[in-house]
């Protein structure tokens, strides 16, 4: 990784009309070529965003034209692509590949996955203390990290809780379970500012070939942004996200926070955009409550998993309740029994269709079985509901 944020950055923005691989290709080289990132290293480590398992499409996570693309670049400097993410708290990592085919696009692609232990194991992981960190003041990050690149590709969306997500929010994904517990738990927006501290990546590429505003980051409304941007300054980057979707960076609580601390960054914008309003976003409505009830699990994690199988955690477990997510319920008044969302479905012993009662417990809130429905008999039950 960079030991070093650079003084000024050049954020390229490019457009994706003639395809998401091709614009991948040109931004990247609008920034100087992926030769001037990898610099010898012999790894690079593709950070997508795959918080859940919610396709490309649905603006929720990275494209894969976008990671294939950057993993060509990679290798063709010499260097080996290598994924390494973990989805949302609430989400099991596994299940989520599944639903998102990770494992064939990957082998597809020559692309090695880099399954850590998510609990933070000390083979896996090796710990920073970085200076000047307020609340977040340790955390762990892959050791892998140590020689090689990090490549981080989010995704451009809203997020309800921390009010957008991007290039700073998105490292999140590579701390074990344990850190992020704490990042929440302490407080989220700070810690996204601590955690930028001792994790700066080699090379952001935000993918806005879709993207999500109102209730993102898994069941927002999908932007349809059209664009890709690439910088080497995290914050830079956010800026410049910020401004094409016409929303004040400092509306965003943990760029405000870094933009406190650390002053405006300097960039200079190159590539097809000037940088002016692509599309204005709506942000997620301010739910005090839900964010509260959101932070809650947090706390309640740590004697819950001091008395739990290692691995188990409040959060998973309340999910897999039922009482609180996004999920969908069939309505047994319109059911045909025709079977589409099992068909749909791709985890097994998650519908029945004797009981059309759909198991919490394995359910992953992909949502496939809602929209492949002929009958519309699926309901979207939870917080912000999908479009
Ligand atoms: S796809 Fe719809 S109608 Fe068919 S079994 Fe499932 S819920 Fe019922
Ligand atoms: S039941 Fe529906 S939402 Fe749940 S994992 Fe299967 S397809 Fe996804």
């Not at 590949?97 to 399954?115: A, H, M, P, S, V």
């Not at 955690?313 to 897999?320: D, Q």
């Amino acid at each position: 990784m960079l030991v070093t944020r650079p003084t000024t950055d050049t954020v390229a923005i490019t457009r994706t009309f003639d395809g998401v691989a091709e614009a991948t290709h040109r931004v990247i080289e609008q920034v100087g070529g992926m030769e001037s990132v990898i610099q010898g290293a012999k790894i690079a480590i593709l950070k997508p965003n795959l918080v859940a398992g919610r396709n490309a499409a649905s603006g929720s996570t990275t494209n894969f034209d976008l990671m294939k693309a950057v993993a060509e670049e990679v290798r063709a400097c010499g260097a080996e692509p290598v994924l390494c993410e973990t989805p949302g708290t609430e989400f099991d990592r596994d299940a989520t590949y599944t639903i998102l085919g990770i494992d064939k696009f990957c082998q597809e692609n020559n692309i090695r996955i880099l399954r850590v232990d998510p609990e933070g194991g000390e083979a896996d992981w090796m710990e920073l203390r970085p200076s000047g960190a307020k609340k977040l003041k340790r955390f762990h990050i892959p050791r892998i990290l140590k020689e090689a690149r990090l490549i981080n590709i989010p995704v451009l969306k809203t997020h309800v809780v921390s009010t957008m997500t991007m290039c700073m929010k998105n490292s999140m994904g590579i701390l074990p379970r344990p850190d992020r517990r704490h990042m929440h738990a302490f407080g989220i927006d700070q810690s996204i500012v601590d955690m930028n501290l001792g994790i700066k990546p080699d090379l952001n590429i935000v993918d806005g070939s879709v993207g999500q505003d109102g209730e993102g980051p898994v069941y927002g409304d999908k932007a349809d942004l059209q664009v890709l941007l690439a910088g080497r300054d995290a914050l830079a980057v956010d800026v410049a996200c910020c401004q094409i979707v016409g929303v004040e960076p400092r509306k965003i609580p943990h760029l405000k926070l870094a933009l406190e601390q650390w002053g405006m960054p300097w960039f200079q914008i190159v590539g097809e955009e000037d940088g002016g309003v692509i599309k204005q976003f709506r942000l997620p409505p301010d739910k005090s409550l839900y964010r509260f009830a959101f932070w809650a699990m947090f706390p309640i994690d740590y004697p819950f998993s001091l008395i739990a199988k290692r691995g188990t955690h409040f959060v998973t477990e309340f999910y897999k309740t039922g009482i609180v997510g996004t999920r969908p319920q069939i309505q047994e008044e319109k059911c045909t029994r025709c079977g589409v969302c099992v068909d749909a479905c791709p985890l097994p012993n998650v519908i029945d269709l004797t009981t059309l009662k759909i198991n919490p417990k394995t359910c992953e809130r992909c949502l496939l079985c809602y929209e492949a429905c002929p009958e519309k008999a699926i309901n979207v039950k939870g917080y912000s509901g999908a479009r």
